[in-house]
C-alpha cells in the first residue's frame, strides 16, 4: 500500500459551535426596578412617611404635616463589546461563527449589567435636588459572618438559616412591607453551606427538596439569585446582597438610557472582516437604605456542617 494514502484521510470537524461554562445573561435584572432614563444622569423623587394627627378640639387649625421629599440620582456608563471575524476565516470553517459571537456578546453584556447592580449596592447613593449630596451604605443592615443560632460552636461563618432570618428581621424592622418580594444574592459556595443546615434539607422544617433538586431557588420569603460574581467584603469574606421590592418600589434600581443594541457589520478598515458590535448604556443606584442589606459569610462558605 501506498505510503502516501494518510494523505487522504479525512479529518472531521464540528459545524456547531459551543459556548463553554458562563453566566448566561444577566441574573439579577428581573429582581430590582428598571427605569429608561434620557441623558447622563435619571433622577427618581421619592416620598417619605408623616403621622396622622388626633384632632382634640373642635375648629382647630387645618394642620400641615409637610410630607418629606427627597431624589435619588442614576448615573450612567457606556458599555460595549466587539470582535472581529476575518472573511478569510469563514472560508476556512464548516461553521459560521458570526451567530455565536452575538450570543456570546449578549451574554457577556448580561454579566455586565449585575456587575453594575452588584457594585451599586453599597456604593455611595447620590440624593439632593442636583443628585450631589453622597449617601453612604448603612452598615446597620450588615448580617455578621459570625451570626450563628444561639448557644451553637463553633462559629459558623458561611450562609445559614440564623442568618437568613436576621436579613429578614432588618428589613422587618425597617417598616418594609412584608407583601413585597425579597432577594438574596446567593453563589455555590454559600449554596452548599445553606444546605448542610438540617432546617433546609429536613422535611420536618420545609416542603422543598434541595438535596433531591440539587438547588433552592426559595427560603424563608427569600427569593435566591444564583451568580458567582459576588464580591469581596474583606480578605476571606464575600458579601451576598440582599434587598426588597419588585419592579415597582424597590431597593435597587436600575436606569436604562440604552438598552442592549447589536450591530453586525463589514469593516472596510480591517480587510473588510465582520464586526460583532454591542454596547448599552446604563446605571444601578441603591434607593433607600432600609430596603438594602449584605450577608457577611466565609468566602468558601464556612465549616459549620449540621447546626443541630
Known sequence: MSIQVPEWMVQQY????????QQKGSKLRRAVRVETITGKN??????GSTAARRRTSRHSDTPRMD????????????????????????????????????????MA?????????????DADAYTGETGSTAVSYSTTMDVAVDAVWPGVTPA?????????????????????????????????AATASLMKD???????????????DGQIVKYYGFNFLPTERTLLYSAG???????????????????????????????????????????????????????VGRILCDIDGGPEGNLD
Open 109 to 121: 453584556m448580561g454579566r455586565a449589567i449585575d456587575d453594575e447592580i452588584l457594585a451599586a449596592v
Open 237 to 291: 469574606v464575600k458579601k451576598l446582597p440582599f434587598w426588597a421590592g419588585g419592579p415597582g418600589t424597590c431597593g435597587m434600581l436600575l436606569g436604562v438610557a440604552k438598552d442592549i443594541s447589536a450591530k453586525i457589520t463589514e469593516r472596510a478598515d480591517k480587510n473588510y472582516a465582520t464586526q460583532v458590535f454591542t454596547n448599552m448604556v446604563l446605571g444601578a443606584t441603591r434607593m433607600e437604605e432600609a430596603r
Open 14 to 21: 464540528g459545524s456547531t459551535v459551543y459556548h463553554l461554562c
Open 156 to 188: 459558623a461563618s458561611g450562609l445559614n438559616v440564623a442568618k437568613l432570618i436576621e436579613a429578614g428581621r432588618l428589613l422587618s424592622s425597617g417598616n418594609v412591607d412584608p407583601d413585597e418580594p425579597r432577594w438574596l444574592v446567593i453563589d455555590a
Open 67 to 106: 410630607t418629606p421629599h427627597s431624589r435619588r440620582r442614576v448615573s450612567t456608563v457606556d458599555i460595549d463589546w466587539a470582535d472581529l471575524i476575518d472573511s478569510e476565516d469563514k472560508v476556512k470553517m464548516l461553521a459560521d461563527p458570526t451567530s455565536a459571537y452575538a450570543e456570546a456578546a449578549a
Open 42 to 47: 435619571g433622577f427618581f423623587d421619592q416620598l
Open 198 to 212: 438540617t432546617r433546609v434539607n429536613s422535611h420536618d422544617y420545609n416542603s422543598l427538596k434541595p438535596l433531591t
